[in-house]
Every structure is written in structure tokens, then in C-alpha cells.
């Protein structure tokens, strides 16, 4: 009996505050991996020209900061199924749930933070564009030419970060539930290659990857990545319930 007892917001609020702090050297990792790629994409870019027609193109992008952004939250996601950060949520008074909530909320934080900085780049992208080249194309518009297809592509990057983080979570906790799952993982991943290079009509990846990348309705898209996600995160609850508090 306790004069006191916690409630689980504020246990989820302790918890949080706690594991942003823990984790704050990745998000300086991220910032820095999307300056470093922003550079030198810029520096490089892609370029080709026609010396008879005296036509020369340079192609710019943040693609590479978005898939560096998206790599960092499967990396991140991974490590938070850990040992080490499962131990350090537990120092807290809590229960899985709330440790399951608290990652959530972590990685829906980071997703924001992740996504917007990577969005963002691409206007540094067009500024750099604008000042260095006397004739652009721009192939997305920006937050002031059409706002509503800017806030559009800075949702999809925030869902596609969310969906990266809860699927390396989920394997995460397969993995931490049973070192075996490791080893099956890499076997179906091994086996579908395999499918895949015998069977060339069939990709199961490319499917995935139709699934989402290809629908045209941004609401049909976001029930789909959100059903994905609350699955996912259902699925490491129930993965979970056997495995021991703390070891």
C-alpha cells in the first residue's frame, strides 16, 4: 500500500523525457548525416551535357537525406528493443505498457523531427539552385507556391519514418523475444531473393513497395500506413507479454 499512487501518464511523461534525453546523440547524429549528405549532393549532383546542342543539365535532390533519414529510424528503432534500453525504462515504476507508449511516443517524436528536417532540406536544395543556376525546373513546388502540396509531402515523410522505426521495432522485439527469429529472419530474406531471382514476375518487396509508394489518395494512404503501424505495434505488445520484465 503507498500513501501515493503513480499514474500512468505521468509515468509515460517521466519515461519520456527520460529516453529523449538518453537518446539525444542520435538526433545530433541525424542532423549532422543530413548536412553531410545535404553538402554533398550539392557539391556533386548529377550532371550531363550535349556539346553539340550546347545543353548542360545538373540534376539536385535531398533523395539521399530522405533514405539516409529513413535508414537512421530502422537503426534507431532496432536499438530501442535493446537490453540496455529495455533496463533503463525499467528503472522507472512502470509496466509494459507503459514502456511500450513511451517508445511510441519516442519514435513518433523522432519521426517529426526526422521528417520535417529531411522536407526541409529540399528547400535549401531549390535556394542553393536559385542563386547558383540562371534556369530552373523545379519538379515540387514550395511551402509558398503550394503550401498544400508542401505540408502533403511532409506528412508522407513523417508516415514513411513512423512505418520504418515500427517495422525495425517489431523485428526488434521478435529478435529480443528469441535470438532464433534472428536467424529465421535472415533465412526468409535469403529465401525470397532467392524466389525472386527464380521467378522474376514475382516481387515480393516490389509489392510492399507498390502498396504504399504507388497510391494516389493521400487519405487512403495514411489509413494504410496508420493500419500498418497500430499492427505493428499491436503485434510487439503481444510479442512481448512473455518476455521477462527486466534481465
Same mark, same amino acid.
Given at each position: 500500500m503507498y500513501l501515493t499512487e503513480p499514474k500512468f501518464f505521468d509515468i509515460v511523461i517521466r519515461q519520456f523525457r527520460f529516453k529523449?534525453? *538518453?537518446?539525444?546523440a542520435a538526433f545530433t547524429t541525424l542532423i549532422i548525416l543530413q548536412v553531410v549528405l545535404l553538402f554533398t549532393n550539392i @557539391? =556533386? =549532383?548529377? @550532371?550531363? =551535357? !550535349?556539346? *553539340?546542342l550546347q545543353l548542360y543539365e545538373q540534376s539536385l535532390s535531398n533523395d539521399a537525406v530522405v533514405a539516409a533519414t529513413l535508414f537512421w529510424a530502422c537503426i534507431l528503432g532496432f536499438l530501442l528493443t535493446s537490453e540496455a534500453q529495455r533496463n533503463e525504462s525499467f528503472t522507472f515504476v512502470s509496466n509494459r505498457l507503459s514502456y511500450h507508449v513511451t517508445n511510441f511516443l519516442f519514435m513518433l517524436t523522432a519521426s517529426i523531427i526526422g521528417g520535417v528536417t529531411a522536407v526541409? +532540406? =529540399? @528547400?535549401v536544395v531549390k535556394l542553393y539552385a536559385i542563386l547558383q543556376f540562371e534556369d530552373i525546373i523545379v519538379t515540387t513546388p514550395g511551402l509558398l %507556391? *503550394?503550401?498544400s502540396d508542401f505540408f502533403i509531402r511532409l506528412a508522407t515523410a513523417i508516415a514513411y519514418t513512423l512505418l520504418f522505426f515500427m %517495422?525495425? !521495432?517489431t523485428i526488434g522485439m521478435f529478435i529480443q523475444l528469441n535470438k532464433i527469429f534472428l536467424l529465421l529472419f535472415v533465412i526468409g530474406?535469403? *529465401?525470397l531473393t532467392i524466389i525472386e531471382n527464380t521467378w522474376a514476375t514475382f516481387s515480393f518487396m516490389q509489392s510492399i513497395f507498390a502498396f504504399f509508394w504507388h497510391e494516389h489518395s493521400m487519405t487512403v494512404f495514411l489509413l494504410k500506413v496508420s493500419s500498418t503501424i497500430l499492427g505493428l505495434f499491436a +503485434? @510487439?505488445?503481444l510479442i512481448t507479454n512473455r518476455l521477462e520484465v527486466r534481465r
Open positions: 529523449m534525453n *538518453a537518446n539525444a @557539391s =556533386g =549532383g548529377f @550532371s550531363h =551535357g !550535349y556539346d *553539340a526541409l +532540406t =529540399g @528547400s %507556391v *503550394a503550401p %517495422v525495425s !521495432y530474406w535469403i *529465401a +503485434t @510487439s505488445i
